[in-house]
């Protein structure tokens, strides 16, 4: 059967689903959040304010290594700069590829690779960007699922169907490009999440050693 079911009501969604649902509210939330406070600081209909990305949490580097103010390594995972960058991350990255993986893997190592993956691309970003530079988005963690679900391809193939190996192929590719010709992209955060995902892939999700490789 493949992993990424459709046609669920809400509540058999969720149930199926917990960690990728609450995932899901935490970042629609502060969409919320973010807009009414970029309206409190003047900014357009349908535009976020860099301030209040900033007050809300968003990763500044000089932040964290001038303030301590490390909380920002988490909170940047859960804001968005605009209502196309959160739909572009909530339907695919999380609604359909993360809720995949947490029906492979269950709740708690998905909310390991997860959580986990997004604070180490955070941690890439807070090495390699400008001190003074905002970077916000989930992006870093759903790259850290994708990494997953390549190490899961490669070791246990075993556990998904020929569709959807082909899915998870194509849409590795198609947002590895996106990260390399798209604007305003964190290069750094997509291939720190990425590496992160995948290694802890293989710490946490056991080798078949009688795969057979086609």
Known sequence: MSIFRNQLTFKEYTKEHPITTAILLVNTLMLFITFFL???????????????????????????????????????????????????????????????????????????????????????????????????????????????????????EDLLTIQDKQTIKTLIILNILFTFIGANISIAGHLGGFAVGFLLSYVLIKRNIFRVIN
């Open 38 to 156: 970029s309206v409190r600081y003047g900014a357009g209909v349908g535009q976020f304010s860099s301030r209040a990305l900033i007050e809300l949490g968003g990763l500044v580097p000089a932040f964290v290594t001038q303030n301590d103010e490390y909380y920002r390594l988490i909170a940047a995972m859960f804001l968005h700069g605009s209502l196309l960058h959160f739909l572009a991350n909530a339907i695919i990255g999380i609604y359909v590829l993360s809720a995949g993986l947490e029906k492979l893997l269950g709740p708690l190592k998905f909310l390991a690779i997860y959580m986990l993956g997004g604070i180490g691309a955070s941690l890439v970003v807070l090495f390699t960007n400008a001190p003074i530079s905002l970077t916000i988005g989930a992006s870093g963690a759903i790259f850290a699922v994708l990494g997953s679900l390549l190490y899961i391809i490669i070791y246990r």
